[in-house]
């Protein structure tokens, strides 16, 4: 006697009962009552993942309508029924693809059919793929779907049931089926190991678990490849392998080591795209384990090494990690060559100093904490390298906050030292300051300096426009004091537009008449304007010391000028002063008196005559 021909996994270990359904129990405890209590509906809507038991589910019920020995709800699958169900045989079951039968005729063919009677009690029909229906077959089963003969009940399934016409989902009873968990597969492949008494060797379930994900016929039909295959079940273990070493690469933030394993990876056949989404996934995994354990799709083994693999890189470096990676998966598609996109990210990766990011700033203050919190207090140390170098206080001044003591100086009592070590008490204030060390420093521009600090103001007093300065107490000027000259120039140039708005507005107005030996006399229009800019005069006097190098000190006075003609600013007579002879004379004479308002209108409209009104 010929043995039988072999059979698929997922075919041979299909769910024959409700009770044998695994990660479904809502939809086979319903429906199992609903038999036992004899409320069976017209139509059902399976829907959920590939490889769920959504079928399986809708033969299940077939046989439970038809079955000649029912018991509690349950088919018992050794009656005649039971047994042409399961061959596929039955007269009272129709199976129909929609992806291949998607149109109006196949469905009018079905609704004619409906109507006809058949050797069980119930004709059921299954229509698997619905959602691949067109719209005019949809529209044509509707009618049928609505109000079907006493004796016929239909059993949609789909994968996507957002497709589907909502005038049918109204009309039928929705059940949901979901991904199974890692557990779930797990007792179903060593179920059917045990069962078919397979020989497998180390790591071959956890391969099969992977490739899974979440489903009982992709679980059965890579544990059928694993145990055909025999010998390359070791390179299986190498696939996964090459995933686990470009974790530990990354883990010990070594570039090369993740270079090495991306060439291997690439060398036995695996594009940089697939690579990528494995080392996404099982980073996705560890991040998992690490936060919520229970939603882990993985066996207890691999789940314990995915979190220790996530609790090495911390949890920021695992973010950074999993949005560094799906960057790369992006620029994958638009890419000439993948693996540059891949190895540039791992670089990144392994190497936080070589990505100047947010992300990667806070990883490495992450890793600085771990580190000195575990004793390692060495290795709070910055890298060696050359760095900003602050500018040196001033005189007197204590150095700025985080800057170690120059010229070989000890620290102050109570500091810590600078050569790394912490205090075992304060991990993280130790790594902040590491961090804060190796952060470059930039010098604050002289005049933004003085405009945020003037210094104190002179002890000068002015009674009057010729009231004589008092002897300053600063120090003699480092420089050479400025002439009038030197001062009208730098005012118009420079000072004048960096001071305050305040300031600007109030000594715009104002010239200089004389300076000697530090002292400028500075002329206002009248006596008001002068009492208005005496609070400001300090900061001018900070802003013209700053610029000149050396002190300088304003005399604030009226403009005994009282000559229109000379109190013009100093620019615009030193313009005219320039002029040749020749153009001088080419200038329009000025008015000797007064102009009106009356005047400038004639002006504007020649010809016109002045009109007085009573």
Request: glycine share 6%.
């Given at each position: ?16 009962r ?5 990660g ?16 069976v509906?017209?139509a059902?809507?399976f ?19 038809n ?24 007269l ?9 039968n ?32 067109s719209t ?19 059993v ?11 005038t ?33 060797a ?6 099969a ?19 055909a ?29 993740a ?14 795209a ?6 996404l ?12 354990p ?10 314990e ?42 670089i ?43 500018d ?9 906050d ?18 790394g ?7 993280a ?11 470059p ?29 008092t ?9 050479p ?12 140039d ?34 008001n ?59 329009p004479?000025a008015?000797?008196?007064?102009i ?8 504007a ?10």
């Amino acid at each position: 006697m010929e043995d039988p021909p072999y059979q698929s996994l997922y075919r041979r270990y299909r769910p024959q009962r409700f009770s044998e359904l695994r990660g479904q129990d809502h939809v086979a405890t319903a429906l199992r009552n609903a038999v036992r209590r004899d409320h069976v509906s017209h139509a059902y809507l399976f829907s959920g993942p590939r490889g769920t038991g959504k079928t399986s589910t809708a033969r299940i019920l077939a046989k439970a309508l038809n079955c000649e020995a029912i018991r509690d709800g349950e088919p018992c699958g050794q009656c005649a029924s039971c047994m042409a169900i399961t061959r596929g045989a039955s007269l009272d079951v129709h199976e129909l693809d929609a992806a291949s039968n998607n149109g109006v005729d196949a469905m009018r063919d079905l609704v004619a059919r409906a109507a006809l009677a058949t050797p069980g009690r119930h004709k059921v029909y299954i229509i698997d793929e619905v959602h691949m229906l067109s719209t005019p077959a949809s529209n044509t089963l509707l009618k049928t779907l609505e109000e079907p003969p006493p004796h016929v009940v239909f059993v949609l399934a789909t994968t996507d049931p957002h497709k589907v016409l909502h005038t049918i989902v109204s009309r039928t009873q929705h059940f949901e089926f979901r991904l199974l968990g890692a557990g779930v597969l797990t007792g179903l492949l060593r179920d059917v190991q045990a069962d078919a008494g397979l020989t497998l060797a180390p790591g071959v379930l956890s391969v099969a678990l992977k490739r899974a994900n979440g489903s009982a016929r992709d679980a059965l039909s890579a544990l059928d490849q694993l145990v055909a295959a025999e010998g390359a079940s070791e390179e299986d273990a190498d696939e996964e392998a090459a995933i686990d070493e470009l974790v530990e690469a990354l883990c010990e933030q070594d570039a090369q080591r993740a270079l090495v394993a991306v060439a291997r990876g690439i060398a036995s056949g695996r594009d940089a795209a697939r690579l990528a989404t494995e080392l996404l996934e099982q980073l996705r995994q560890g991040f998992l384990a690490k936060l919520a354990p229970r939603l882990v799709e993985l066996g207890d083994e691999e789940r314990e090494k995915v979190g220790a693999q996530a609790g090495r890189l911390g949890t920021a470096g695992v973010v950074r990690a999993m949005e560094t990676i799906g960057q790369a998966l992006v620029e994958m598609r638009d890419s000439l060559d993948p693996r540059i996109s891949l190895e540039m990210a791992l670089i990144r990766l392994a190497s936080p100093e070589a990505d100047t990011s947010s992300a990667a700033l806070v990883e490495r203050l992450e890793r600085l904490e771990h580190r000195l919190s575990q004793g390692d207090h060495g290795s709070a140390r910055p890298p060696s390298g050359p760095r900003a170098i602050p500018d040196a206080p001033p005189d007197g001044a204590p150095p700025t906050d985080g800057a170690p003591p120059t010229d070989g100086a000890p620290p102050t009592d109570g500091a810590p030292p600078t050569d790394g070590a912490q205090p075992d008490d304060a991990p993280a204030a130790g790594a902040r300051a590491a961090l804060k060390a190796m952060r470059p420093q930039q010098s604050m521009p002289r005049e933004r300096l003085a405009r945020l600090a003037p210094p104190p103001p002179l002890s000068l007093t002015y009674t009057g426009a010729a009231a004589p300065a008092t002897t300053s107490t600063n120090p003699a000027p480092s420089s050479p004091a400025p002439s009038r000259d030197d001062l009208v120039e730098a005012w118009g140039d420079h000072v004048l537009d960096a001071l305050r708005p305040r300031a600007r507005s109030l000594f715009r107005a104002g010239r200089f008449l004389d300076a000697q030996d530090g002292l400028a006399v500075f002329a206002l229009p009248d006596a008001n304007h002068r009492a208005n800019c005496e609070p400001v005069r300090a900061e001018v006097e900070a802003a013209l010391s700053a610029h000149f190098g050396t002190q300088v000190r304003l005399r604030l006075v009226v403009d005994d000028n009282k000559d229109p003609a000379a109190h013009q600013s100093t620019q615009g007579r030193e313009a005219f002063e320039d002029l040749p002879a020749s153009e001088v004379r080419r200038l329009p004479e000025a008015a000797s008196g007064p102009i009106s308002a009356h005047s400038l209108l004639l002006e504007a409209f020649p010809g016109a005559e002045w009109v007085k009104t009573e």
